[in-house]
């Protein structure tokens, strides 16, 4: 369930690399890693508008079904058999992004070294391959440079992604802008990106979160309520305004019934499962003082999705 969470402080996560006594970086890398795989992941699947091959689909499938063996199988006789298939060796990148997310500590470096050559090898394929350009800037952006990182590789892709899709561009810049601690660019970026593409979830969560991060929590509401206003029924808007109750403690009663309400359209986004869902709301209810309610929506979450951390870490902590 990586992708329900908000994107964790990469920075401070590599600071702790570089500061931690010699016989502790190890672990710190392995963890700026896991972050890394969890904002590939974040907008991995679904995150832009497509029509996808038959092969993506069943990827996909396999991917929410947690089946990341048979989807690494799928996935490697995809590109044995459409070598030259940009599309084909993205998918596979993030069926091995998955993979490394479930893998022990020890081994996500080799899942990790799997992912990044087979991004770029879609982005070598087919230079205008957006989605592929935009996995692999996050990986030269995030990881150590030992592991494969170049922060002036990331700024390339992202620049090539702005000629490409301005929209797109934006989202990219900010998230460099942000990386490097540049928070008033970062949201420049952002909000150029949603009224370049209104439509685009991307740009609206990217933004809502920045402003998630500064304790903003009405202005962070604002992005997806603007929204709801245009789509009545935007699903992704739906669960962030419940992720945004969960997160600041304010308008609990909406954010239960944003969360409801996505849970009963019974269509969720592959970044948005129903398990986070659940999860979400369980938070919500907690905060509500609806303990019991609580429990069980945690019960239900792990129940969708047994391997997921923060759920279980939540139900020990409430006693359930």
Known sequence: MAISAPIPDALFLKSLAIHAPRGER????MRILA???LVIAFFGPGAWAQTLPPEANEIRALLRAVKLDEAVTRGESWTKASPNDSVAWHWLGRVYAQQAIKASLFSKPGWAAKTQDAFERA??????NIE??????????VAPRLMGGSADKARAQAEAIAKLDPGRGHIARGIIAEHDDESKAAE???RAAVAASPDEPRARVALSNLLSKQKRWAEARAV??????RKPDDARSLYQLGKIAAL????LAAGLESLDRYLGKKEFADELPESAAHWRRA???ERMGRRDEAVAALRKSLELDPTAEAPRKDLKRLGG
Do not use: H, I, K, W
């Open 26 to 29: 190890l672990c710190s890398r």
């Open 248 to 251: 600041s403690g304010e308008e």
């Open 123 to 128: 982005v070598e394929l087919d230079g205008g």
């Open 224 to 229: 997806f309520t603007e929204q709801l206003a």
């Open 35 to 37: 972050v890394l795989l």
């Open 188 to 190: 420049r970026e952002y």
């Open 132 to 141: 592929a350009r935009f996995d692999l800037m996050q990986f030269y952006l």
């Open 283 to 285: 938070l919500v209810l």
